[in-house]
């Protein structure tokens, strides 16, 4: 059974700041990954899809990068804004079950402080 | 504007009533998804369906229920049966693998 795995849970860093979140998957059988934002109390919005042929896709600040060997996926937000805090989703595009299954992980909550 | 909408935003139940959460897509995706979300949980699938007049339990189907009648709605019955109902719920369309998801419907037993 895939599982999906974000560390830190939490992360809270000055504005200006480069940083890394980490998303870690259990079975390498997979046909994409996505990475999601979600602002409290609201829906989830997509950020970057990886297919599973991809090593990375990069969208204005954000770079994220996808090693299927290793099962590891890493969210790369440059120049870090207030604006950025949010709790970031990474889910992965099961190929076992037969149809377009996300399994997602539990997220890591991010924030940027002025 | 293209997009998902779900209704209502907020929705109140007594224990052993039924309840509907409502979910519209003008993205014209064939499948689309319900997700709940509880605190320090990932999301979880409750239910999909790939094409009209089809659909399939996901991970977490007990006490729920669903019609796929048009492609634009997807709508989800929360029946008395379901045991802890309270949570957000979250409806998913997608289209190239990617899957796009509306505003979310918070839901409270009282």
């Known amino acids: 059974k895939q599982e999906v795995t974000q560390i830190p849970a939490a992360l809270s860093v000055p504005e200006g700041e480069n940083l890394v979140l980490n998303c870690s998957f259990t079975?390498?059988?997979?046909?994409?990954l996505q990475w999601f934002r979600q602002d409290p109390g609201k829906g989830l919005t997509s950020l970057l899809l990886?297919?599973?042929?991809?090593r990375e896709q990069t969208s204005g600040r954000l770079n994220a990068s996808l090693d299927k060997s290793s099962g590891r996926s890493t969210l790369y937000i440059a120049a870090s804004q207030p604006g950025d805090s949010a709790t970031y989703l990474c889910?992965?595009?099961?190929?076992?079950?037969?149809?377009?299954?996300?399994?997602f992980g539990t997220g890591t909550r991010l924030l940027v402080s002025p | 504007d293209g997009g998902i909408t779900q209704s209502p935003k907020y929705l109140f139940r007594k224990e052993g009533q039924n309840v509907t959460l409502s979910c519209e897509q003008n993205?014209?995706?064939?499948?689309m998804y319900w997700y709940r979300q509880d605190p320090g949980q990932g999301l979880r699938l409750i239910y999909y369906?790939?094409?009209?007049?089809?659909?399939q339990k996901g991970d977490i189907a007990e006490g729920y229920s669903v019609s796929r009648e048009k492609k634009e709605s997807f709508p989800l019955t929360v029946t008395s049966a379901q045991k802890n109902p309270t949570a957000f719920y979250l409806c998913?369309?997608?289209?190239?693998?990617?899957?796009?998801f509306g505003p979310g419907t918070r839901l409270t037993v009282l």
């Open positions: 998913a369309s997608s289209w190239g693998g990617e899957q796009f």
């Open positions: 079975d390498s059988a997979i046909y994409n």
């Open positions: 990886i297919q599973s042929s991809q």
């Open positions: 889910a992965v595009g099961d190929m076992n079950t037969g149809f377009q299954k996300l399994v």
């Open positions: 993205l014209n995706h064939d499948a």
């Open positions: 369906s790939q094409i009209v007049n089809d659909f």
